[in-house]
């Protein structure tokens, strides 16, 4: 009788697991999509068009109302992406969506929605996407284990000078060096931030991305033409 007891209190757990995994509260449906997109997988050149593509084909979001990229993907130290994780919101039927795309190291691309209330006062995500693309990954160091690479949004005004080692504008898939760019604008704005996953001393991981000298900070075209001034490295004798 207690084994029988005990049984059933066990059967009760793991239903009670499985239920608050699967449940979700009242105004956040999620959709998680059948088709699964398999993407080209090439070394140093992600994906990254071809996620957008994948989810306009099979996510029917209002793109006008698309904002905010999320963006964050991890390479291994032979510059091969091991994932890549982007989002934005979008709204769907005139109802507020963030939109997701995880991509697995083969290319598979599994997508999803979840209704949230909430709409950000953020740029189309596709010029940040389209900046990320350009980067040229094949001149980049990636170090003993590797490198991060984020999409940061930004609400105040900022300045970034020699404190930073790298800070770069994305050019023609090119990224040219600056010395000095400030930003005082009402606009969110965006910087792309790739760093190294191994601490640079082999012992504490930075606390701010000005702390490694190996940390590049990349600026998209809209930022350089939003930001309150630019000045550009000296390079073979021009600025």
Wanted: aromatic share 14%.
């Amino acid at each position: 009788m207690r084994d029988r007891w005990l049984i059933l209190g066990i059967v009760i757990v793991v239903i009670f697991v499985f239920w608050r995994a699967s449940y979700v509260p009242p105004g956040y449906e999620t959709i998680k999509y059948e088709t699964v997109p398999v993407l080209p997988v090439e070394e140093y050149d992600p994906p990254f068009l071809e996620i957008w593509e994948a989810m306009e084909r099979e996510i029917p979001f209002e793109n006008e109302t698309a904002k905010s990229p999320l963006l964050v993907m991890e390479f291994d130290r032979n510059g091969s992406f091991t994932y890549i994780q982007f989002a934005f919101f979008a709204d769907m039927e005139g109802e507020p969506w963030v939109h997701s795309a995880f991509v697995l190291q083969n290319g598979s691309t599994y997508l999803s929605s979840q209704r949230l209330d909430y709409r950000p006062p953020h740029a189309h995500p596709l010029g940040a996407l389209a900046a990320v693309d350009e980067i040229p990954f094949d001149e980049i160091s990636y170090g003993m284990k590797g490198m991060s690479l984020k999409v940061f949004y930004h609400e105040q005004n900022r300045t970034y000078d020699d404190t930073y080692k790298n800070i770069y504008a994305v050019e023609n898939g090119t990224l040219r060096p600056l010395e000095f760019i400030s930003f005082a604008t009402t606009e969110v704005w965006n910087t792309i931030e790739i760093y190294p996953r191994d601490p640079p001393d082999g012992n504490r991981t930075p606390t701010t991305i000005d702390e490694d000298p190996r940390a590049l900070v990349v600026f998209p075209p809209r930022e350089i033409a939003l930001a309150e001034r630019v000045l550009y490295a000296e390079t073979n004798g021009t600025e």
